[in-house]
């Protein structure tokens, strides 16, 4: 799912039911940055399989942590568009890495039930979660989860201005 908002909805909802757990903006992110493989992929025509190194959980593990470590140097950024959403931000080096990891192996789970190339236990050639889904049931899902962010962005505004008032 190049660049799809499909993994939107699950991260989004995941990441706003643990906000105070986990770092949103990352581990948000962290699930989008894994696809940047099947779009080079595409655009650049290489010989090189579409759901390769970066759709297994090893080499998500390793991107998610990287995506922390870089998250969590550009917190700065990340803070002024929380706030720009009515958010409020805060990070640890922990917390950044964990939640990059998180991300993306979350994108792992989400596309190894719909891709058969997936090799989700690389050096393994297995994808044991193939079909477990139909892609048309993964995209409902993603889909209904994308709609229920919006409450749940609501009430953690929301809760952030009450708590601000206080």
Same mark, same amino acid.
């Given at each position: 799912?190049?660049?799809?908002?499909?993994?939107?909805?699950?991260?989004?909802?995941i990441?706003f039911?643990?906000?105070?757990?986990?770092d949103?903006?990352?581990?948000?992110?962290?699930?989008?940055?894994?696809?940047?493989?099947?779009?080079?992929?595409?655009?650049?025509?290489? /010989?090189? @399989?579409?759901? =390769?190194?970066?759709?297994?959980?090893?080499?998500?593990? #390793?991107? %998610?942590? +990287?995506?922390?470590?870089?998250?969590?140097?550009?917190?700065?950024?990340?803070?002024?568009?929380?706030?720009?959403?009515?958010?409020?931000?805060?990070?640890?080096?922990?917390?950044?890495?964990?939640?990059?990891?998180?991300?993306?192996?979350?994108?792992?789970?989400?596309?190894?039930?719909?891709?058969?190339?997936?090799?989700?236990?690389?050096?393994?050639? /297995?994808? @044991?979660?193939? =079909?477990?889904?139909?892609?048309?049931?993964?995209?409902? #899902?993603? %889909?209904? +989860?994308?709609?229920?962010?919006?409450p749940?962005?609501?009430?953690?505004?929301?809760?952030?201005?009450?708590?601000?008032?206080?």
């Amino acid at each position: 799912m190049p660049f799809t908002p499909f993994h939107f909805g699950p991260c989004a909802a995941i990441a706003f039911l643990l906000k105070e757990r986990i770092d949103l903006p990352i581990f948000i992110l962290a699930n989008i940055v894994i696809d940047i493989e099947p779009l080079a992929v595409m655009t650049l025509n290489l /010989s090189y @399989p579409l759901h =390769g190194y970066a759709h297994c959980f090893l080499g998500a593990t #390793f991107i %998610g942590a +990287l995506w922390g470590i870089v998250g969590f140097k550009g917190k700065t950024i990340i803070h002024r568009a929380m706030q720009w959403m009515g958010l409020n931000y805060k990070t640890t080096m922990k917390t950044a890495i964990i939640s990059g990891i998180g991300g993306a192996v979350s994108h792992i789970i989400l596309d190894a039930p719909i891709y058969a190339d997936i090799k989700p236990f690389y050096p393994f050639s /297995s994808n @044991p979660f193939y =079909g477990m889904v139909s892609d048309i049931k993964m995209y409902l #899902f993603c %889909g209904i +989860l994308c709609i229920t962010t919006v409450p749940l962005y609501i009430k953690a505004r929301r809760n952030e201005k009450k708590a601000s008032l206080e």
